[in-house]
């Protein structure tokens, strides 16, 4: 039996140890289009950009891993054909015309950055940033910057930000949307993280969009807004958002819709393929989904653990994907992390900070708990994912109590909890 997985990044390389862990006895073959070994993503926009961290210390796994684990890790070959059988199995053919047949094949493809759909968006000095060839770029540009304007104001585009702001580069973010991250946190915390960030230097313009990237002699010189005003830049990054890579997939005859569309057990439409990581579209996996939509989750945390679950599938075990989502973002000298998919109508209850510079918003449906977000506040983060994980309640009238920290709230709760149905038995 031959696996073979289209994708070498977290989701895959996780996929491939956990296959080999759970009793995979056939080959398994590792696909990755990059000339690099598996490397981690996060710290692109951060310590690699600063120049602290090189990209051997960026390694997923060493060369060890895969040799222990009987992992054939092939690099530098960019698959561009699927042919599936109706079985699962088929082949694969790559742009330099290797061919490597499969039984089942796992697709974990990945993502690529949006596009700036306006004038002046191919000229030089315009960067995104996903892969170590984007950071490298990007870094050489850093060096000589004068002027940068990030246009998304997500958590990629605040890193890149924050980054040149702490290098004492004129660095301005401009975001459509009324508030920083408006698809991942409430107002309250977008605000905290706004004023923080002006503090340190950022030019933060909310509200308004890029309508031409002005250049000069084919070279960026400026991004005009939709307001008439103009800013100069001589580096542009855009940080506006990713797209599913599902080529491959959609050629091959799966259902694609804003990803590869697949059930809990990480299964495609086909009931044979898996695909995992940010190319794939799945079920809510909180232990709450109610009649949650559909969604993708880009993260270290859900390419881990889909890849987990998506092994077991492999291994014939019925472990449907379960558990808490959580992200992070390390921005300057803020850490924002948060644990659990919180909706935009969810109630907010801002818990006040023990010390300067903390904030923790937790977000409330009805009256259950079903997220936190959490600003240099890592022990009350801590605290909500395994509160959240382990369905244990925390009412709202007891979330603002200062007196206790949400740790001790928490496991007050979850002794009363146990009271009760021990006294109900």
Request: proline residues 6%; hydrophobic residues 45%; glycine residues 10%.
């Amino acid at each position: 039996m031959n696996l073979l997985i289209v994708g070498a990044g977290q989701a895959g390389v996780q996929l491939a140890g956990s296959a080999r862990d759970l009793g995979w006895e056939g080959s398994i073959t590792l696909v990755g289009q990059e000339p690099h070994a598996p490397y981690a993503r996060p710290p692109l926009s951060k310590a690699f950009l600063k120049g602290e961290a090189p990209l051997s210390s960026l390694a997923l796994r060493s060369a060890a891993f895969y040799a222990d684990k009987r992992i054939n890790l092939v690099t530098g070959e960019h698959i561009d054909r699927i042919d599936l059988a109706g079985d699962g199995a088929g082949t694969a053919t790559s742009a330099t015309g290797h061919r490597w047949r499969f039984d089942r094949l796992v697709l974990a493809t990945g993502a690529r950055p949006r596009r700036l759909p306006i004038e002046g968006a191919g000229l030089d000095g315009v960067l995104s940033l996903r892969d170590v060839r984007d950071a490298q770029a990007l870094a050489g540009r850093l060096a000589t910057a004068t002027a940068v304007v990030v246009i998304g104001g997500g958590f990629i585009g605040l890193e890149v930000a924050a980054t040149a702001a702490a290098a004492g580069i004129p660095a301005t973010v401009v975001e459509a949307a009324p508030a920083l991250m408006n698809r991942v946190v409430s107002t309250a915390t977008a605000d905290v993280i706004a004023t923080a960030h002006r503090a340190a230097g950022l030019r933060i313009r909310t509200g308004l969009r890029p309508v031409r990237l002005r250049g000069v002699d084919g070279t960026v010189a400026a991004v005009e807004l939709d307001d008439g005003d103009e800013l100069p830049a001589d580096l542009v990054v855009v940080g506006v958002g990713a797209q599913p890579r599902e080529e491959l997939a959609r050629a091959a005859g799966l259902h694609c819709d804003d990803g590869i569309v697949v059930d809990a057990r990480s299964l495609a439409s086909d009931g044979h393929t898996i695909a995992i990581g940010d190319c794939a579209n799945l079920p809510d996996p909180s232990p709450w989904p109610d009649d949650a939509p559909r969604l993708r989750l880009e993260s270290v945390d859900n390419a881990v653990e889909q890849a987990t679950s998506a092994a077991a599938t492999l291994a014939g075990l019925d472990r449907p994907y379960r558990g808490v989502p959580w992200f992070w973002s390390d921005q300057g000298r803020l850490k924002l992390q948060i644990a659990g998919l919180a909706r935009p109508d969810d109630e907010v209850v801002l818990r006040p900070g023990r010390r300067p510079g903390q904030h923790t918003a937790l977000r409330y449906r009805g009256p259950r708990l079903v997220a936190a977000e959490c600003v240099n506040s890592p022990a009350d983060f801590l605290a909500v994912r395994r509160a959240l994980g382990e369905g244990v309640a925390l009412p709202r009238t007891t979330a603002t109590d200062t007196d206790l920290s949400l740790k001790e709230h928490l496991a007050a709760a979850q002794r009363a909890d146990t009271g009760e149905r021990e006294r109900r038995a």
